[in-house]
Structures are given as structure tokens and as C-alpha cells.
């Protein structure tokens, strides 16, 4: 097996925690004993040797990379790879595929995800290789509320350890997530498995060009050149009749905006959570992250971030909203 790691990210959406110079796979977060992407790479080595695990990301963040692996181990850089442009997810994934010389089983893995019990994630994967062999399996994880920033999956007939993919749901609004949920719709965390023989074959059938140009041509800035950006879900998951799903139960997060740490820290007496020095007076349902002391008075639902020189006040809710203020703020 070979594993492909997906490195890539503006690090606006956790501004200014995080930047484009330090995406939040880098950052080690509170509580935490390493990065996001170093969880990530141990991960992928406990399923692949070092050889075999793949890096794609650009050239930006390739030091910050090699710098954070060999906190680890000597990196096996050769296997970093370095996209001339964003192309999105599926060029990324072929860009890894097509820099092996033969086929073999591939998992994919985002740099940025939270996984607390990722032993569940590792034993579904070496369960599904039989899978793999016919299908591209998504790991579907079960719901623990109606979360609407994320998608959904809807499951068809069973095939071995699977399921079907019966309908990929975009993010739905709280009630629709809520119906989601009734009828056991898995949250899509993006988490795939496959051959490279069926990706290549999926994706001849549903996106010509991009696999021509890959088949065709060598060098990779030509490549990238002359084929549109695309994702795997819209490009070849929601197209092919060969995805299969792989329910998982998992303590899992992808850390899209700072609402998502109310899921992943405890909460103190007055349900707040309060990452750096913080005195409450009457203040309740706050989250709080800064290098100096911060006083609250009568404050309820708000988050502060101060990093990096720059302060985030925004309300419980809206933090979604901070990638485009982070834009404004010229990041």
C-alpha cells in the first residue's frame, strides 16, 4: 500500500491562528503534543513504509514540511511533491498516483484533520483492500450531531465491508442535516481508498481530458498547464458507479473555523473554553486563544484569537465568516 498525503490550504480560515506562510496543519494546537500534519504523516506511516508514503503540496510550504517530518524521521524527500499550480483535489491525487512506477493500492489522507481514535480508522482500512481492488471507497463517519458544514452520504446495497453510494448530499441547512441524520447519512470526512488501476480507469471515463494529459505527458507543469481544476468528489465520486462507502465511528474533526474547538476542548463550569489566561466575570460560552491575559465582562458566545500580531473578535456562529475578513486583512 502508498499513501498519499494532501498538503495545501491558504490558512485562512482559522485567521490568524493560522496563515498562508502556517496553514493550521502546522500549527500545534493547545493540549496537543505535535502538528496536525505530523499526526497526519505518523498516521500514514503505521499503513505504509516511508518510501511509499507520497506528500503532494506546492513549493510554499515544502520546507515547513521537510522541517516538521524529520522532527519525526529523515525525510524521504524525493517523495514530496511539488504542484507548479492549484488544481485542486484530483490532480493532486493523480499527480501522486502517476509519480509511482506500478500499480498499487492507494489511501489518501487530508494533513488537517483531527483523529482521536484513528485505530478504528487504520483497521478500516486494511479491512477494505478487497474493496479496493473493484471500488473507490470513502470513509463515511457517523454523525454525532446535525452538522452543517460538512457533506453528506447516502448508502445504497451492501458490497463486502461497504456499502454503495447511494447520493453525495452538499452541506446542508440544521433541519435538513437533522433529517440527514434520521435516515443514517454518513458525514463525507474525505478519506478515500482505491487501486490505481480503477482511479485511472474512473477517471478516463468522467474526466477525458485530465487523464489524457496524465497518460500523455510527463513533465508536470504541462500537465497542470493544459487541465482544468477539479475536485475528486465533483470530478469523479459523484460520477462513477464503482464508489463504495465504509462507515466508520470516529472522534474525527476537520478544524474548519474556530466554532469546530467547541467539539474538540472541554468546557469549564460557565461552558467556555480558555486556551490562554482569561478572567471571566460574569462571561459564559466563550472561546478564547491569546498570548496576553484577556478580561471578560458580561460576555457570552464570542471568540478571541489574538496570533500573530493581529486580534479576531467575532461571534459564536460566525467564525465561518473569517476567511473573508482575513482576505480583507491582506492575511
Known sequence: MKVIILVGGAGERLFPFSTPENPKQFVVFPGQECSLFQMAYK????LAAKKDVIIVTNSTLKQKILSQVIEIEPPFEQNVLLEPDRRNTLPAILYGIYSQAKEDTYAVLPSDHLIKNEAILLEAINQSMKLAESHI?????KPKKPHTGYGYISLGRQVEN???VDEFKEKPGKETAKEYI????L??????LFSSKVMKQETAAHQKQTHNAFENYSEIKKIFSIIEPISIDYGILENSSKVACVPVSLDWNDLGSFDSLFDVYEKD????ILLSSTIQENSSNNLVIAKDKVLLVDIEGLIVVQQNGKILIC???SSGKVR???RKAGN
Open 43 to 46: 498516521r500514514a506511516r503505521k
Open 137 to 141: 471507497i470513502t470513509f463515511g463517519i
Open 162 to 164: 461497504g456499502f454503495l
Open 182 to 185: 434520521k435516515k443514517g447519512y
Open 187 to 192: 458525514w463525507n470526512a474525505g478519506i478515500f
Open 269 to 272: 463550569e460557565n461552558s467556555s
Open 315 to 317: 461571534r459564536q456562529g
Open 324 to 326: 473573508e475578513i482575513a
